[in-house]
């Protein structure tokens, strides 16, 4: 019993390391993507980004998330980039293990500066 235990741990922290390469690709081409869009808009990003954080997603309400690296206030509705990404970025990604196209778990938001951040909510170190 002790054997198939540390393989199921090991099995687990392996699936889990995956997710985090999948997250950190997503965030990748989330940023490429509003990168790329900026380009082509005179510097600007998508309408609704902004200092203030917020979820990627098509849901308007159930949007909030407190995880160690996001914190999105149940106040923002969720940010639909999809349609606006969609020259850029064939389909918005999701979080691997929670994520859908109405709540994401990828957020967003300007840093001071206007340093554009992509957070994966449920990367796990």
């Not at 954080?53 to 995880?67: H, M, P, Y």
Request: charged fraction near 20%; hydrophobic fraction near 40%.
């Amino acid at each position: 019993g002790g054997i198939f235990l540390v393989i199921l741990a090991v099995y687990f922290s392996g699936l889990a390391a995956r997710r985090n390469v999948q997250r950190l690709q997503d965030v990748q081409a989330i940023t490429v993507a509003l990168h790329q869009y900026a380009a082509d808009h005179a510097g600007a990003y998508p309408d609704g980004i902004d200092a203030e954080e917020k979820q990627i997603g098509s849901a308007v309400e159930g949007c909030a998330i407190r995880t160690a690296q996001c914190t999105v206030k149940a106040t923002n509705d969720c940010l639909n980039l999809a349609p606006t990404l969609s020259p850029y970025l064939k389909d918005m990604p999701t979080d691997p293990k929670s994520g859908s196209d109405a709540r994401t778990r990828y957020s967003v938001r300007l840093e001071r500066g206007g340093r554009l951040l992509v957070t994966a909510c449920d990367y796990t170190e």
